[in-house]
């Protein structure tokens, strides 16, 4: 049949038997309209056209499926500039400090050796000989590149989040070890709080970090709010870096209790105390790191001391609490050291007690039922017929 009209509503449309090429025969029915044809009669003609040949192509009247296309590729950026979009994450999820720290480590070291690369060029040759250059030629210390080296990782991983690389290459790595930490002997804290006698505020701040082991920026951020005197404890909510206030390193608080000479000395600051913090200026304004650190090298001058940086008092503080048999658990929770590894360095310093730890092996084992601590077994010195 040709193409036709419909009377009663005056559209267009074809219906007609067609023979196959394997010698079946099928109907075909439509209209001008499901073959983006004009609703006419030459419209109805040319869809009947379409769908015989589409019938005889396909044995069916639908339209061919389009195409399938790749998925578009997203352009791989050099090192250079995906650096701000890694640097805008940085400057989200990080403090300041940590922020600027990666912002001079990538500006310094990372984009000048690797800038003009894609992403998806850097592999474990580049990144090797970089790493071997770093060490032997640069003089740079086996910490420094380790964190130069994991920051750079941590920024290729997050192209790759991103969807801009399939994966990070095999990576290099770099030891290095925690050094052990140089402190004060009691001898030298001692001359130390004597020099800072006549300074005001230094002499508390001193003592209150030798006896807290608080960091520069908790030293600083510490608030009267933040010190019970009667209590005999501080907290340590906050956290000043660079002029900004925020939490600890470690990102959550803690609770310090005070020693006598520390309480003593908050008691005799407090009587002029100027503002909100405890360590101030005359205008009651918060210390600078460089005012700080000025002032810590003249104490350091009036005790005959070579100059040191208020973070090796905190390592004093805690070199002398292993000194005197402190467990490294609560001095851990005292530093307010995320990873024991940190706090591991100062193990060192007690010997003897680790050998009384193991001394305990010598002795019965405890009563079932009893809860009775057991005294310590005497030392034994080793004789000459004892096996080594």
Known sequence: MPAKQDKRTGHWFFRKMVTLPDGTKRRIFGVPTDYGEKDTKTGALEAERIAITRIRETATTDPKPPAPTAPAVKEVPTVEDFAPVWLAKSRADNKPASYKTQTRALNGHIVPEFGKLRLDQVDFDKVETWRVRLINDDELGPATVARLLSQFRAMLNYGRKKGLIVAVPEWPTQAAPLPRPTFLSFEQ????????????????MVIVAVRTGLRHGELTGLRWEDVD???????????????????????????????????????????SRRGEVVFSSQTGKPLTHSWTDRALRLICRHAELSPIGWHKLRHTFASHLAIRGVSLSAIRELLGHANIKMTLRYAHLAPEVRREAVMLLDEPPPSKGKDKKSKKSKRIEPSDNDEE
């Open 229 to 271: 005197l009667d209590g005999g404890k501080l907290s340590v909510v906050r956290n000043l870096v660079d002029g900004v206030f925020g939490t600890p390193k470690s990102g959550k608080g803690r609770e310090l209790p005070l020693s006598n000479d520390a309480i003593r000395a908050l008691r005799t600051l407090y009587r």
């Open 189 to 204: 804290t001692d001359r130390l709080i004597a020099a800072a006698e006549p300074m005001d505020p230094w002499k508390a």
